[in-house]
């Protein structure tokens, strides 16, 4: 039999609270994939948190959402996609 070892995470005070996002950009390059959260409210928006991870951890994390939304789905019942947001300010979905 495998013994399973515990992993200990700090994590401080302040993070606890989270970070609100109703926008992300996604950037990549070959080795990365970096997320950015943004709270919009116009005529500008914030930066909320920038998230950077590999190719191989992306997939992972697409997957756990994927059956986490499954989930969520089957409880609460389906979840209607989000109208795009307005180009006129100044994001442009297209970028890549």
Do not use: C, W
Not at 65 to 87: D, R, T
């Amino acid at each position: 039999m495998t013994e399973q070892k515990q992993l200990q995470i700090k994590v401080k005070d302040e993070d606890l609270k989270g970070a609100y996002s109703n926008l992300m950009q996604v950037i990549h390059t070959q080795e990365e994939f970096i997320l950015d959260f943004f709270l919009v409210s116009p005529p500008q928006g914030v930066l909320a948190s920038r998230v950077v991870l590999s190719p191989r951890h992306l997939k992972k994390l697409i997957k756990a959402l994927q059956e986490n939304l499954a989930k969520y789905e089957e409880k609460f019942g389906s979840v209607g996609e989000s109208k795009s947001i307005e180009p006129a300010i100044g994001f442009n979905p297209d970028t890549k």
